[in-house]
Every structure is written in C-alpha cells, then in structure tokens.
C-alpha cells in the first residue's frame, strides 16, 4: 500500500439522525491506490456495523473519480436516512482527492 493515500470527506447529517448526535458531521474516509485512482477501503461515521459494511461494499474496487456511476448506486441502493450526507460526502473527498493528485474534474 505504499502508493496509496487516505482522503476523507464530510457532510451535515439530518439534525434527527443519530449520526449527528454522535458525530455532529458525516464523515466518510477512503484509502486509495494513487496509480490507479481505485478505492482499496472506506469506512464511514455510522452508528450500525451494517451501514459501514453496505458503504464499504459500495465503494471498494471502485475508481474515485467514477462520480456518476457512484452516486447513481448510492441513490440506488442506499435508502438510509443519511443518503444526502453520503453523496456530499463522497464528493468532498473527491474533490479533495483530485486536488491533491491532480486529476482533473
């Protein structure tokens, strides 16, 4: 993993999440491979196991920079009640992701 990076991303959860009441802010962290731009691993501030896990699933293998097909799955697949916090998040760190290797937008 010595090409890789870690980026993290963050968003306003809705005010009746319990995300926010633990966390204050959504936070979404990545590990990616800096040659190929893939996400290796991603963790998220959930309050259930199984919400890291489903985010984790939805993001490792995945290319960074794949915003469109990304967000389209999460919109697709994630109903939780954080879904808006997700995909401002994931776009957080990508953005923050680009600017520091210099990948285009």
């Known amino acids: 993993m010595s090409s890789s990076i870690f980026v993290t991303g ?3 959860a809705p005010s009746n999440n319990a995300i ?7 936070y979404i962290a990545f590990v990616i491979d ?6 290796l691993d ?19 293998g995945a290319s ?3 915003e469109g097909r990304l967000t389209e799955q999460i919109t697709q697949r994630y109903h939780g009640s954080s ?4 995909i401002a998040a994931y776009h957080s760190a990508v953005v923050k992701y680009r600017g520091i290797v210099g ?3």
Do not use: M, W
């Open 20 to 26: 926010t009441t633990q966390y204050g802010l959504f």
């Open 83 to 86: 879904q808006r916090a997700l």
């Open 34 to 39: 800096n040659d190929t731009h893939r996400i």
């Open 64 to 66: 960074i920079a794949e």
């Open 42 to 60: 991603a963790e998220c501030t959930a309050t259930l196991a199984l919400t890291n896990s489903f985010v984790r699933d939805l993001f490792v």
């Open 10 to 12: 963050e968003a306003k």
């Open 103 to 105: 990948l285009p937008g």
